[in-house]
């Protein structure tokens, strides 16, 4: 899936300045800054699904922390993991005046209601983690000043290619996903993941549920699908919540010599020779940059329109450190 900021990316950022660009390749002028940019400390309106999921609760703290070294008042919204409540957010921000925001999404469909919201007002947006539908962008004519995330792609690639490594290039390997169907960077990893897996002429996925990142759904659903698919030897969770919920999973269902774990990381999880290896991002990382960004960007510099960072790959014998989370 690609972004709308990224794809005309060959245009040039350097060409255009501090601007944005449109879905359709074309350019736009770098607009005038909200009057609050000129304060002394700028206001910057940060928008979070919710504060459960260790990785947001990492990001808000880096935040928080990073945007009093910046020299920025931070205003933090939770969504509570709901589109229209991001929605109202957004629009509070708006009434607020605030400088910039920058965006996690809930959703990536929903999330271009708000993106176009901030654009209506001239107020700049900077987008984290989820990344928002290029093609709810396009049809609203909304655009991102910059993503900044994990290269997702390429996290569930190594994944892959890990599995491989531990089980044989020619294993039988029939695996189960236990995903997020409803968000582009989760599709993106079990792309990376299934492309890697399936060079191997034996391996084949039996079947997809959806976590919803939240563990106690993932407990659920991939119970329902061990026992719908008795011949699965390997699970692959692609976020920290839904490997936590199959973790448990499996072990309810006495299955941890037979099914082996992938996954992007379970904060504060060991892995085994069950939970074979995982990949983790650093949030706090990605807040990091995203401000640092937007100062440049509020001083009229030009910067990048998208910020890949690699993910940690943890093998059997590690454990994730503080901060480090799928």
Known sequence: MKITTLKSMLLGAAALGAGMLLADGSAIAAPKLPANCSQAKPTIGVALPNTVNPYYIAMQDSFEKNGAKLGFAVNVAIAN??????????????????????????????GAASVKALNDAGIPVFTVNVIVSDEDLKAQGASFVEYVGADQVAGGRQ???????????????????VGDPDQIPTNQRDKGFTDAITKNPNAKVAGTVNSKVDPNVSLQVTGDLLQGHPDINVIWADTGPGAVGALQAIAQQDKADSV??????????????NYAACAAQEPADYARIALENLKKYLGGQDVPQQVLQPLKIFLNGQKPGPGEVG
């Open 81 to 110: 993991d709901n589109d229209s409540n991001q929605l109202s957010q957004i629009d509070a921000f708006v009434q607020q005046g605030v400088c910039a925001v920058v965006l996690n999404a809930v959703n990536s469909g929903p």
């Open 260 to 273: 082996k774990l992938y996954a992007f990381c379970a904060a504060d999880t060991a892995l085994t020779a």
């Open 159 to 177: 994944i892959g290619e890990q599995l491989l490594k531990d089980l044989g290039d020619s294993a039988t390997v029939v695996a189960g996903i």
